[in-house]
């Protein structure tokens, strides 16, 4: 056991590093807590779900757009200089949409409270900026550091719609929003004041700056996130129908908890393991293996073997991720690393609300039974992205 986390020991021994990753936490459980937060929330008080949909797919349509500019301004000004106003700014959007529930604010308003407090840069590509300037000599460890923000990412993803969920449902149904805001706002902030494991701005040269999107090899990448994000969208929902129509009810959570932590398994494994082969081909194998794995799940029936079946489907989800970042800080300019990171991870985000919709449209008109099918389509669509791109990959990241 030593042996497996000696790679992790060396990763956080660097002076900082420790306390970076953990404020880093404290900014990313949040995140994942918002949109439950907010369509609870508003279906509770406006009795709407409608209402709640589309105030939700406003912040999400706002953060596409937003997260990207923010972290080209990150790497411009450096991160302490955006983040700090960046979070002010969401900390008052959130209160002014706790004031619009608690006053009955017209809808409209909720709308342009949501929008204001959807601009945060992304504290998980932050922090993969920290590790890729902190072990910048060493492939091994910039590997071993990605497998463990992926880690930190399912376990943020894991926990954070459950305890929004609580809170909405056993405090108040505006306790969820109140509290992602005080834990985003306050882990923001202490991760800011980690100064000495900032990453030092780069000077540009001069010229205009082209988009993040015409940066070789970046797109491939884009366009495989954001399929791979409506696989991970729609397996979601069509999880709590089947789980559902299994008579499972309330263990709809545990069991996608399952997949979580299949991830959470294979990410520390393969954050441990020796590199071997071409990134571009490690991609495009791990997308494989994603699509591959989705497709027993549309033949579970019971809730044993869809838990079982979601485990090891979970299981092919971090090694792919991981890659999947470490090509795009191969592939992006060191000065532009938080604009590439972002760029991409808000692709997967876009990909799993669109990956949601369509899985819901499917239940409702085609029932349970074809439930996974979207998923299954999804998969499909990452591996020929990823392999068709594959060459694109391989020179950039040589």
Known sequence: MIRFLAPYTRVLAPPGALAFTLAGFLARL????????????????RDSYTLAGAVSATGIA??????????????????????????ALFAAGAAAMLLCIRLGAPDWALFLACAG??????????????WAE????????????????????????MLGPVLALLLCTLVSPATGLLT?????TTGTLLFAAQRSTEPGVRPRSGGRTTAALRIPGLPVVLTTFLATGALFGSM???????????GGGPASSVVLALQAAGSCVAGLVFGALPLRGAPASRFTVGVAAMALAVVPLTAADS?????????LAGMATAPTMVTGMSLVQALVP?????????????????????????????????????????????????????????????????
């Open 303 to 311: 809730l044993t073997a869809l838990s079982v079946l979601l485990f």
């Open 30 to 45: 949040p995140v994942s807590m918002l949109g439950v937060s907010n369509v609870v929330m508003i279906a509770e008080v």
């Open 180 to 184: 992602a805001a005080v834990l985003l």
């Open 117 to 130: 407090s959807s601009g945060v840069p992304s504290a998980g590509a932050m922090t993969r900026a920290r």
């Open 334 to 398: 060191a000065g532009r690393l938080n604009e590439g990171m972002t760029t991409v991870y808000t692709g997967l985000l876009v990909g799993i609300s669109a990956g949601a919709a369509a899985a819901g449209r499917t239940v409702e008109h085609a029932g349970v039974g074809a439930a996974y099918w979207p998923a299954v389509a999804a998969g499909a669509l990452a591996f020929l992205l990823a392999l068709a791109g594959s060459p694109r990959l391989r020179p950039a990241a040589a």
């Open 62 to 87: 706002v953060t596409a757009v937003t997260a990207p500019l923010l972290g080209r301004l990150v790497d411009r000004h450096g991160q302490a200089r955006v983040a700090v106003p960046a979070v």
């Open 134 to 157: 902190l072990h910048r000599d060493s492939e091994e460890l910039r590997h071993s550091a990605n497998s463990l923000e992926q880690v930190v990412d399912e376990i943020c993803f």
């Open 236 to 246: 979601e929902v069509a999880t709590v129908a089947t789980v559902d129509a299994l």
